[in-house]
């Protein structure tokens, strides 16, 4: 927040800001569930001096810092749900679909922009059989508005197997992320005076990751007798 000056290189310098607003917002959510297993919701939100990064260019120098964006208004309804499709093959999933509205003073420009977004991912575990068990994850979003910013659209498949060893008492997971290399992060700077610009990155985002695990002690098959209240349980639900 501090009005420091940090170089990115001889062309982006990173600032703070002192002259930073609070920021208000108003939420509202409608859910509805079905059975645990599927959720879907719908909400609106509008806020009111958020803080988001913003650009400017003076003599060719680009300055980044937070700024207040005056209003943004937020339209979204998502789905998520759990189903077994058969004994050995599970999916996982979550979708979304909003509309971003941001209006505001920036320096000497009027920052009116808006776009509708989509984002989602889906979890596919399988159950091999033998203690095996595979998972193929994929996710994906859309372009997105966000404030000055267009961020581009990605994806990333990662996939897992995990053996059970040790009489079930230990597993060993492989899990392989971004294997097809396609995470990454680009995009474009709106409202710049009488400039166009945009950012091209390639992230570090390919991993392999080997895990192990072991459980120990024994299940207590005991069950727990019951001297609380109803309150007593909700409070102790509250706390968690």
């Known amino acids: 927040m501090n009005p420091f000056i940090l170089p990115l290189d001889k062309f982006t310098f990173y600032s703070g800001n002192p002259d930073l607003l609070p920021t208000y917002s108003n939420n509202f959510s409608l859910t509805y569930s079905y059975k ?32 207040n964006i005056a209003t943004n208004h937020t339209l979204s ?10 004994k050995w093959l599970g999916v ?16 000497t420009e009027i920052l009116n922009t808006s776009g509708t977004y989509c984002a989602g991912n889906i979890n596919t575990s399988f159950q091999l059989g033998k203690g095996w068990i595979a998972d193929l994850r994929g ?14 659209s990605f994806g990333t498949i ?3 197997v995990q053996k059970k ?20 992060a680009d995009g474009i700077i709106n409202n710049l005076k009488n400039t166009d610009a945009d950012w091209n990155s390639r992230l570090d985002t390919r991993s392999a990751t080997i895990a192990f695990s072991y459980r120990f002690g024994k299940a207590d098959s005991k069950k727990t007798r019951y001297t609380g ?10 706390k968690s």
Do not use: C, M
Request: aromatic letters at 12%; a neutral charge.
């Open 165 to 184: 060893i040790l009489k079930d008492k230990g597993s060993l997971k492989l899990n392989l992320n971004d294997i097809f290399y396609t995470r990454r």
């Open 139 to 152: 996710d994906y979003q859309s372009d997105v508005v966000y404030a000055q910013l267009l961020i581009k």
């Open 158 to 160: 990662n996939i897992g």
């Open 36 to 67: 645990n297993n599927f959720n879907t919701s719908l909400n609106y939100s509008k806020t009111l001096d958020g803080i988001n990064e913003t650009l400017e260019i003076k003599e060719g120098i680009y300055y980044s810092r937070p700024g």
């Open 77 to 86: 309804i998502s789905v998520d749900g759990a189903f077994n499709i058969s």
């Open 92 to 107: 996982n999933s979550y979708f979304e679909v909003g509309h971003q509205i941001f209006r505001s003073p920036l320096y």
């Open 229 to 238: 209240s109803g309150s007593d349980t909700e409070q102790k639900r509250v």
